[in-house]
């Protein structure tokens, strides 16, 4: 069981828009602006594409964005395209001895 | 533009020691954080430990008392060493660099899959 629970997966039509959900702690998304969403592809590397809960890194579509309240941080997906399907994986600080906590993950479908 | 590429071997046996090298090109291992993240199939993520500009290391406390991390700056390289494998610890094992902020990671190796298996 992961630390942080997120769904195990999620669906949308293209061009649609979706959320998917990260709740953690007080200890961990509750207390610290530093969650961060990852997509992971079949066969590649995680890639970072939320980070500080809200940051977009650049060359990250701006359909990509990230909020957090209270203990639960979300990635919204705004204009659902192809590509976009993929897992996804959000990431908290979770103070200087765990360091940090992950999800387990997310599947996203477009139909 | 950062660069990470792991090697080491991709087989082992239960009690056997781990060893993974990442390379790093695109900008000097001392100047950033640096660390190593591992993905059992069809699993989730799992920090495994930094190493600082510094040279200074911290683990996750699950893995602390089998894992050593460590830099050799003149060949821009830092290595992990896991000890006492089973086959649990059969992942795909991830370099990656901390972006500058913390608890996040901005550029990955490809990973390699480390299996143990009797």
């Known amino acids: 069981q992961s630390a942080l629970t997120q769904p195990a997966s999620v669906s949308g039509s293209p061009g649609q828009s979706i959320t998917i959900s990260c709740t953690g702690t007080s200890s961990d998304v509750g207390s610290y602006n530093l969650v961060s969403w990852y997509q992971q592809h079949p066969g590649t590397a995680p890639k970072l594409i939320i980070f500080?809960?809200?940051k977009r890194p650049s060359g990250v579509p701006n359909r990509f964005s990230g909020s957090k309240s209270g203990n639960t941080a979300s990635l919204t997906i705004s204009g659902l395209q192809a590509e976009d399907e993929a897992d996804y994986y959000c990431c908290s600080h979770a103070g200087s001895y765990i360091y940090v906590v992950f999800g387990g993950g997310t599947k996203l479908t477009v139909l | 533009q950062v660069q990470l590429q792991e090697s080491g071997p991709g087989l082992l046996k239960p009690s056997e020691t781990l060893s993974l090298t990442c390379t790093v090109s695109?900008?000097?291992?001392?100047?950033?954080?640096w660390s190593w993240i591992r993905q059992p199939p069809g699993n989730t993520l799992e920090w495994i430990g930094y190493?600082?500009?510094?040279?200074?290391?911290k683990s996750n406390p699950s893995l602390e008392s089998r894992v050593t991390i460590s830099v050799d700056t003149s060949m821009n390289q830092f290595s992990l060493k896991l000890t006492s494998v089973t086959a649990a610890d059969t992942a795909i094992y991830y370099c990656a660099k901390i972006k500058t902020g913390g608890a996040s990671w901005d550029y990955w190796g490809q990973g390699t899959l480390v299996t143990v298996s009797a």
């Open positions: 695109g900008g000097s291992i001392s100047s950033y954080y």
């Open positions: 500080e809960a809200t």
């Open positions: 190493l600082t500009p510094s040279g200074t290391t």
